[in-house]
């Protein structure tokens, strides 16, 4: 029988509940073997570091700390390349897996546990990447913050590369919850994702169907991003942030293409990307 999204949705109320930690359970299952599962990923990852690498204007073993690296799928794409990264996440699991990896294809790099709130780097990198969307977890206060960390962290002249969900490309969510799924080896993931126009934020959650019967949920963890709750900034808004972190806007760019600056008006891209850099005759910021 095909199950069309609703009838899924409507069976997974009668199924036993199973909640599992960021860690243990979802950072990897999500991070790794979903993310690995996406159709073109690989190619999308190399295209997203070639064009780091240009816009950042990397010099040969340029230094690059990759905030919530995840499990190290773009900074080991960096670092075959000759940079020397630092990967940071907060999920154990996935800088273990980062480790790993590093060590059986031979590269180079650093990777530790962390909260990138709490990076204390000064003028250290030629760059700094947050990936995939990894901007806005934490409220205007703190991602104002992690925006001034970031700057600190960098070299006169260096770049903030930062991929962060534009409110253009979720206003599709706005008022409804979206609800899709794809199949897994071991059953099904499905998602519900609907946007706050009010509070701007983009929420999802993800849950799977195992096929013994189980229905695997994230648990609520102080800290951790299991459930995704995004703040979506505008570029204006993203430009008087940079402003107050003493960073310079350079562009703005689509995460579909990586060809050039998006011109005005909502994007199409559900992630889009900011560049920034460190003045190289900057003031001293907080
Ligand atoms: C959207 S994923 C991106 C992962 C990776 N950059 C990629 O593209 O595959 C967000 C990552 O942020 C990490 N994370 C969440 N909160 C964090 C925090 N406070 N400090 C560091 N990493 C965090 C998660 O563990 C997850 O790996």
Known sequence: MKLGTSNFFERAKMLEVVEKTWNEFWAYYYRIEHRHNIPGIFDWDKNLVDFIETVCELKPSARVLD???GGGDQ??????????VTGIDIAPCLVEFAKDIFAKEGLSGEFLVGDMRKIGYDSEFDACTLLSGSFGFFGDAEDLELLKSIR???VPGGYAFVMYLSPGARSNLTGRKVRSWCEMKDGWDLFENWFDEETKMYRGRTFIIRRDGTM???KSQPGYHADESIRCYSVEELKAMLNESDLEYIGNYSSKDFSRPKSRGPSAS???ILLARRPIAGTACG
């Open 216 to 218: 695997i949920v994230p």
């Open 75 to 84: 900074a080991k794409l960096l670092s075959a390349k000759g940079y020397r």
């Open 67 to 69: 905030l919530a690296c």
């Open 152 to 154: 600190r962290s960098l």
């Open 270 to 272: 559900a992630s889009d």
